[in-house]
């Protein structure tokens, strides 16, 4: 099984500034990583796939990058809306499909 | 638009069964791998099983594997998920998801809680 590995745990931050949130497989996913984003009391909501594409209606000031292994997601001039818990997922080779532990970014 | 509506949650006793629904509707179901996740309260996202477009291939978590069983009718747009001998830590919110390069659709979840 693979294990997917997210830092910080949570994450306080300023309106305008940028964040990046980390998260690192125990093998390569071969950039089948996806990022997703749940607001308090809400559904999961995909915010970019392929590593660094981004889905339908997510903001510009939302970026994905990386390979192999380790991946981030780069929120830019964040907004007080983004306050949220930030999961990456891999679906390299399921079963299983695996999940990280989850970021917890909060707006100050 | 694509939407995924689920049913079936509930109170239910230990070593009770239950069984989820998820209705898909605004895709073509047949085309896409489907899954459920469930979120425990106050915790993270946890796959629970997968299924591929045509049923030949089929996964589980190793904590629901000979208790659960994933199954689709692609004739229907339906995807279920039939819970045996269900335990305290499978209260939690299972979520009906399809998969396109991730998970790109979720439903709202219906929830089942497991308790005496």
């Known amino acids: 099984e693979i294990v997917m590995t997210q830092s910080p745990a949570t994450l306080s931050v300023s309106p305008g500034e940028r964040v990046t949130l980390s998260c690192r497989a125990s093998e390569s996913v071969s950039r089948n990583l996806a990022w997703h984003q749940q607001k308090p009391g809400q559904t999961p909501r995909l915010l970019i796939f392929a590593a660094s594409t981004r889905a339908t209606g997510v903001p510009a000031r939302f970026s994905g990058s990386g390979s192999g292994t380790d991946y981030t997601l780069t929120i830019s001039n964040l907004q007080p809306e983004d306050s949220a818990v930030y999961y990456c997922q891999q679906y390299n080779n399921w079963p299983p499909v695996t999940f990280g532990q989850g970021t917890r970014l909060e707006i100050k | 638009e694509e939407q995924l509506v689920e049913s079936g949650g509930g109170l239910v006793q230990p070593g009770r069964s239950l069984r989820l629904s998820c209705v898909a509707s605004?895709?073509?179901?047949?085309?896409?791998?489907m899954h459920w996740v469930r979120q425990a309260p106050g915790k993270g996202l946890e796959w629970v099983s997968g299924?591929?477009?045509?049923?030949?291939?089929?996964g589980y978590v190793d904590s629901v594997k000979g208790r659960f069983i994933i199954s689709r009718d692609n004739a229907r747009n339906s995807l279920y998920l039939q819970m045996n001998s269900l335990r305290l830590e499978d209260t939690a919110l299972y979520y009906c998801?399809?998969?396109?390069?991730?998970?790109?659709?979720w439903g709202q979840g219906t929830t089942v809680i497991v308790s005496s």
């Open positions: 605004g895709f073509t179901f047949g085309e896409y791998a």
């Open positions: 998801v399809k998969e396109y390069y991730g998970m790109d659709v």
């Open positions: 299924i591929s477009w045509n049923s030949g291939s089929i």
